[in-house]
């Protein structure tokens, strides 16, 4: 028999269509969120009253939250995930979350005898409604092997990682790299502006010719627009991204300027209350510090 139960724990902006679309490919999904009215929104979901039984019976839980702290809460405890995750059941992390904390629950379910997996994804709510989003699972091949199938349901392809922490890392450095692209198109279009240049018609040329990447594409036409909401990824989330980030680099002793930067630049876009906006909308900051307005948000 096929594994065909899954719960789900986390319906926001992501979680929510990544639910609906593993009920559209025939999985029976368990649901809790803290915000109960979610669940009820989700048709074809069961409801339960923790997560614990979220995880009683289902082969698989997926977990969609913003932080370690909220992955570790409802994971741990007597009414967590590993209290009711039974024998060959697998916990798949979908969370950004800290390249440390990863290792540290991968090692909490190794001594549970559970399976645990570690999938961030790329890919803003768009992505997670249309199945297009792309998935980094890393962890033991034969659990991987045996999700393949809930993956397939989510995204349109995966790059396996052997462990765990090495999937947490590779989102890292992709988050990175969006925030140093958004920061570099950032400055290339206050230039131009101050220069007088229309910046829409710029960065249609370079998409166009050397920089053809959505990033560059769909990030650069929020900053050349100034068009900041609604988000898809928030300033708030990116920045948490980015203390991960800096984190991971001390860590490894890795000296990453750039990261700081851009980890500056969030910040101080949150302490002007643009902690909502989309996370281009840093780009608010360089515009500032340009001498241009802000933007339309």
């Given at each position: ?50 997560p614990r039984e979220v995880s ?195 860590e490894t002793k890795v000296p990453?300027p750039l990261a700081d930067l ?36």
């Amino acid at each position: 028999m096929k594994p065909r139960v899954v719960g789900f724990i986390g319906l926001g902006a992501m979680g929510e269509p990544m639910a609906a679309n593993l009920i559209a490919a025939g999985f029976t999904v368990r649901a809790w969120t803290r915000t109960t009215a979610k669940i009820a929104a989700l048709r074809g979901a069961t409801a339960c009253r923790h997560p614990r039984e979220v995880s009683e019976s289902a082969h698989f839980v997926i977990t969609m939250l913003p932080d370690d702290a909220a992955v570790e809460s409802v994971t741990v405890g007597a009414e967590g995930i590993l209290a009711g995750l039974g024998p060959g059941a697998t916990h798949i992390s979908m969370s950004t979350i800290s390249v440390a904390f990863t290792r540290k629950l991968a090692d909490m379910h190794v001594r549970s005898g559970c399976g645990f997996i570690a999938a961030p994804v790329f890919g803003r709510p768009d992505a997670a409604r249309t199945r297009t989003l792309w998935i980094v699972p890393g962890g033991e091949t034969r659990l991987l092997e045996k999700a393949d199938p809930v993956f397939k349901a989510l995204g349109q392809g995966t790059f396996p990682q052997q462990r765990a922490e090495h999937a947490a890392l590779v989102k890292l450095a992709g988050n990175f790299l969006i925030g140093a692209t958004v920061e570099a198109i950032g400055e290339a279009l206050a230039l131009a502006e101050k220069g007088g240049l229309d910046p829409e018609a710029l960065l249609s040329m370079l998409c166009s010719t050397l920089f053809g990447s959505p990033v560059f594409k769909n990030y650069g036409a929020r900053v050349a627009r100034t068009d900041f909401v609604p988000p898809g990824f928030t300033v708030n989330l990116a920045r948490k991204d980015f203390k991960l980030i800096q984190s991971a680099a001390a860590e490894t002793k890795v000296p990453m300027p750039l990261a700081d930067l851009v980890a500056r630049r969030l910040t101080d876009a949150i302490r002007l209350g643009r902690g909502e906006y989309d996370f281009a909308g840093f780009a608010s900051v360089i515009r500032e510090a340009a001498g241009l307005a802000p933007g339309r948000k």
